[in-house]
């Protein structure tokens, strides 16, 4: 019996040139510095569904949205949102919902300890807020929106 041995390194699969280079393609997402703690956060404080609209508002909602009229987030206002988010404080067992705006602003809406509903509107600018309980509403720049958060925490 005689047998064939092969001399030489042959393999049926050969690597494609666009993947032998060491740049990154445009597909593949290089996330901002302090992204992941951000992802966290968002994790922690609003859980996967929150987190997944987040996610669907910041990369899937374009100019025209809705009724045509709807504006893409605007990144002030999601920065405004994670500075609230950082020092915000909510009640236990009281997850609080998120919704894009249609001027591109970010709600965050939640239940106080008693029931009653708050509700934090996110604009370049700031936040405009309203608490129930209180039955007040009011504006804040994006400079104070940590002191409004400890505030609409007690």
Not at 1 to 16: A, D, E, N
Not at 35 to 46: F, G, H, N, S
Not at 72 to 79: D, I
Not at 94 to 117: M, N, R, Y
């Amino acid at each position: 019996m005689t047998s064939f041995i092969p001399t030489g390194h042959f393999s049926p699969y050969r690597v494609s040139d666009d993947l032998r280079e060491d740049r990154i393609g445009p597909a593949v997402h290089v996330p901002a510095p302090g992204e992941a703690d951000r992802e966290q956060l968002l994790l922690t404080k609003l859980g996967p569904r929150g987190w997944g609209r987040l996610h669907h508002f910041r990369h899937y909602y374009q100019p025209g949205w809705g009724e045509r009229h709807g504006r893409q987030l605007s990144p002030r206002a999601l920065e405004g949102f994670f500075r609230f988010l950082a020092a915000a404080k909510f009640p236990a067992g009281k997850v609080p919902s998120i919704f894009l705006t249609d001027s591109g602003g970010l709600e965050l809406a939640w239940e106080d300890a008693d029931g009653k509903a708050v509700q934090v509107e996110f604009t370049s600018q700031g936040a405009e807020f309203y608490v129930a309980a209180k039955e007040t509403e009011g504006q804040a720049p994006v400079e104070a929106l940590a002191q409004l958060a400890a505030q609409l925490a007690v």
